[in-house]
Nanobody, 128 residues
């Protein structure tokens, strides 16, 4: 059974950086399309960033584009979300998601329902 475990969240000042990690167990990260989502208090969960199964294609939500990078380390079976220039409105619980069985290895998935596996989330708090 595939399990995803996030880490790396915490409290950071506005303008700071964080790197979130999502370790995959039960399968290889390279056989999954991966994504990051977030949910702020009182709001719906929203898409943040996605990485194709091939690892060669990425896509970002407009609000984080230019401030973040999604990438993976196959040797560590881990996908990362590097975020910089953080803002108070980036405060949320960040979730890692994985999908097996991509239609093509270059496919990007931005919808929650496209993902099979979810982590438990990691809290990111950005102070002003």
């Amino acid at each position: 059974q595939v399990q995803l475990v996030e880490s790396g969240g915490g409290l950071v000042q506005a303008g700071g950086s964080l790197r979130l990690s999502c370790e995959v167990s039960g399968d290889t990260v390279s056989s999954h399309a991966m994504g990051w989502f977030r949910q702020a208090p009182g709001k719906e969960r929203e898409f943040v960033a996605a990485l194709s199964e091939s690892g060669g294609h990425t896509y970002y939500a407009e609000f984080i584009k230019g401030r973040s990078t999604i990438f993976r380390d196959n040797a560590k079976n881990t996908v990362y979300l590097q975020m910089s220039s953080l803002k108070p409105e980036d405060t949320a619980v960040y979730y890692c998601a994985g999908r097996s069985g991509s239609q093509t290895i270059s496919m990007i998935y931005t919808k929650e329902e496209r993902y099979n596996y979810w982590g438990q989330g990691t809290q990111v708090t950005v102070s002003s």
